[in-house]
């Protein structure tokens, strides 16, 4: 089963624009991570948050975590042709286990 | 990512028959995982090993065997392969310490069973 659920599931933008996509999840994490995956390649990691943490840049990658909520967002500004990807939150156990959702597909128009 | 190699990158097999996935990893990471990647379900952990000799199931460990006698080797393998578990897998590492550090994953191995 799926710790992480992503949403939307698809997102088309134009190039420039901003992508926002949502990840929630249901039992109590250590941290929360997201990962890039380009067709066809392995999964990349982009940034991690911890429990205590509210808010987290890097680039143009903002990362936010309500653990009141058990949700977590990726925000990717002034998107360009190459973020076009598959998107994945993964939750992080204590233990050192990751358990990923089904993804969100990004398409950025050019 | 160069550290973690997956081969073969593609394998057709049939029904029935043993096949063995294979990771290395160049970075001495203790920690070591298999996914298998499927379109609706994202990734599910099928094996995970802490170090050396030391491995756990992870969320669909069934059909699947590995091994640990190196660190920087985790073999999978598929004892008598079904076509349900015609997927992509996935190997990641990660390295020791802190639990809050991100994965590495190799490319993948895209595996058909006909």
């Known amino acids: 089963s799926q710790q992480g659920e992503e949403d939307p599931q698809a997102l088309s933008i134009q190039e420039g624009e901003n992508a926002t996509m949502n990840c929630s999840y249901k039992t109590s994490i250590n941290n929360l991570q997201w990962y890039r995956q380009n067709s066809g390649r392995g999964l990349v990691h982009l940034i991690l948050?911890?429990?205590?943490?509210r808010e987290k840049h890097s680039g143009r990658l903002r990362v936010t975590l309500d653990t009141s909520k058990k949700s977590s967002s990726l925000l990717i500004t002034a998107s360009r042709a190459a973020d076009t990807a598959s998107y994945f939150c993964a939750r992080g156990d204590n233990d050192y286990k990751l358990s990923f959702g089904a993804g969100t597909t990004v398409t950025v128009r050019a | 990512d160069a550290g973690i190699t997956q081969s073969p990158r593609y394998k057709i097999t049939e029904t029935g028959r043993q096949v063995t996935l294979m990771c290395h990893q160049t970075w001495s990471h203790s920690y070591m995982f298999w996914y298998r990647q499927d379109l609706g379900h994202g990734l599910r952990l099928i094996y995970y090993?802490?170090?050396?000799?030391?491995?756990d199931k992870g969320e669909v460990p069934d059909g699947y065997v590995v091994s640990r006698s190196k660190t920087e080797n985790f073999p999978l393998t598929l004892e008598s392969a079904t076509r349900s578990q015609t997927s992509v897998y996935f190997c990641a590492s990660r390295s020791t310490g802190s639990a809050n550090y991100g994965y590495t994953f190799g490319s993948g191995t895209r595996l058909t069973v006909v």
């Open positions: 090993s802490a170090a050396a000799d030391i491995t």
């Open positions: 948050i911890r429990s205590n943490e």
